[in-house]
DNA sequence: AAGTGGTCTAGACCACCTG
DNA sequence: AGGTGGTCTAGACCACTTA
């Protein structure tokens, strides 16, 4: 295929394309086409997408063009290449990538398994810095629950986590505590929601009563406190968390490059 | 040039070629080529290296191999992109890019500059848990400094520094309160070490009376343990540091995805 | 054997920057 | 105008997986 004019990329007579953006270099334009297919659902977390020359015959480019597009994506963990095999929709559910965003590691740096225990879940009008953060109305229906993760049965973070009530109908109480695995693996299978990206403010905080007496300290213990707002799709934020982290036995680790 | 044999890529006959290693494929060859003649600072940080298609040449290989190769590097951080002008080494030594490895915010998110204030430089024999960081002998010559990062006169950041002796031969009280500019910046200009990566971990702590004393703070106050294990070319750790963060204002931003 | 992603090439043209 | 990185193509072959 001859290169496609620049200002007239994708034409509007393709099949695949009804509402192409301004322009920008083809394989971008590939990439939020297959980004737009994945919101929508069409290829499902841990299924294969259609191959490269599958895809490159679809959008009419050549296949070193798809490619480039995947790349982008792979390194975005929207997907996961397998040499050999294909490339399939990432996912949360899945035994490597447990807890993708949690970077907390206990001393030796060798990650355990760590017991969930619920504490509650309940729906609520959304508090005004909740509502500000989920980018909706306060007063807005939102579930907030609490819960602890504890190694060796000790309590190591307190989370107190907040989701528009809108996205997550069906969630209680006995829905989480039937599930096992991780919390961002339901979201993704019982919700549809797909957490790809996450903004952490980290502070130290000295406990108050109520956190003192969950992590099993005295008040006033330094803990961290590490503040996430998780975006889906279109980088719209679907879930405020703020966790407390005895980091007594355990660290937050951070590569910087 | 024909496809290489795949058991003998980069004949070594080649004039760039002394020590190729083990069978990879050529753009990782070229990648670690390139990455050569940065540590043995044939092109200095800042300064441009040779356009792509001088690289194909020189290697003897096509310039979508040597993109590739510099895909990599400027995804690693080692080299920066300027479309039009050429491809440069990255250097801490910048306007746009100082403090790369701090990721310590204000309230608001918008980044300040922010006083340096040197409290002390000494050299001594370094202790054991240093030592073990920095991969060298419990008792060989160190240089441990202390300093303050200051907003609006008031202590923010209180760092403790420790660097191997060998490394940094000239490297007095004198010379770094002379310097303007981030530190790693004058360890690329002055020593010729640059860091490349650094891993951290991050704690929560009670200030201790000599913290709670440099941060203006009261003792038992939180604060966030930054420990920072920085990293040169060949992953060779060069230098240890210690931040302890008031997080009344300010916040440790991380991006997950 | 067939299908997938991974590497490599050679050549074209575009976008950007500088003299 | 000429050089640089950036995009795109078409085709070849390699490495890995599965049947």
């Not at 496609?4 to 034409?11: G, H």
């Not at 301004?22 to 299924?47: C, D, H, M, N």
């Not at 973070?157 to 919390?183: H, N, Q």
């Not at 719209?236 to 703020?242: A, F, H, I, T, Y």
């Amino acid at each position: 295929m001859a290169a496609l004019p620049s200002t007239s990329p994708l034409s509007a007579s393709d099949a695949a394309v009804d509402a192409a953006p301004a322009f920008s270099p083809l394989y971008q334009q590939i990439k939020g086409l297959i980004t737009r297919e994945l919101q929508a659902g069409v290829w499902k977390p841990g299924e294969a997408i259609p191959s490269e020359l599958d895809l490159a015959a679809r959008f009419k480019v050549s296949q070193g063009t798809v490619r480039k597009a995947i790349d982008e994506l792979a390194a975005d963990n929207l997907l996961v290449r397998r040499q050999g095999k294909g490339t399939f929709v990432a996912t949360h559910a899945e035994q490597q990538v447990q807890y993708r965003f949690l970077r907390l590691m206990p001393e030796d740096g060798v990650p355990r398994d760590m017991e969930r225990r619920l504490i509650d879940c309940q729906r609520l009008r959304a508090p005004a810095h909740v509502a500000r953060a989920l980018d909706c109305r306060s007063g807005d229906a939102v579930v907030q629950m609490r819960r602890l993760l504890l190694t060796a049965g000790k309590p190591v973070v307190f989370d107190e986590i907040w989701l528009p009530g809108t996205l997550f109908k069906g969630l209680t109480a006995e829905r989480l505590a039937e599930y096992k695995g991780p919390m961002y693996g339901m979201f993704e299978t019982e919700f549809g929601v797909r957490m790809i990206r996450a903004e952490e403010k980290i502070r130290a905080v000295a406990a108050d009563a109520a956190s003192a007496d969950m992590l099993g300290v005295p008040p006033g213990f330094p803990l961290l406190s590490v503040e996430r707002l998780s975006f889906t799709y279109g980088d719209k934020p679907v879930e405020l968390r703020r966790g407390l982290y005895n980091t007594e036995q355990h660290h937050y680790r951070n590569e910087l490059n």
